[in-house]
């Protein structure tokens, strides 16, 4: 597949909201069942990628940031259709390169499936001093 047929595009008005939200919330592991609202809120909250053959939307990634230090990468989504050629290589050379324009420190994702595609740009397993920890509400999608 030639990638270069595809436009990587950071303007938040040409997302396909609706692409991302059906694929988000019927197609991931992550975030099934996540609503639409809950969708828009978190685009409108960080820094959305599509990616366009012509005007169709075929994949979406956004960086959580405050643009100095640290990046959360959320959301990595490539439609079904085209998967396997590239597409999600390519936003993602798009993505590091952007976190690499920003001089940000660190970009930390979690993946549950696609550690190999992560590890081809630099992600390893995170083993250092500090521990990582979180907080889940178990009634939030």
Known sequence: ???DAYEISS????LDRDWIHRVISTDT?????????DMDRAIDHSLPYG???G???????RLVTDRTYFAWLS???VDR?????GIGKRLMAHLVAEAERMRLKRIVLATGDAQGLYERFGFTEIDDD????????PDRV
């Open 1 to 3: 597949m030639d990638t």
């Open 51 to 53: 990616v366009y053959e």
């Open 130 to 137: 500090y521990s990582w920890m979180y907080r889940v509400w």
């Open 11 to 14: 303007d938040p008005d040409r």
């Open 75 to 77: 959301d990595v989504i």
């Open 29 to 37: 592991y992550w975030a099934t069942g996540r609503t639409r609202e």
């Open 81 to 85: 259709s085209v998967r396997g050629g």
């Open 55 to 61: 005007d169709r939307q075929v994949a979406f990634a």
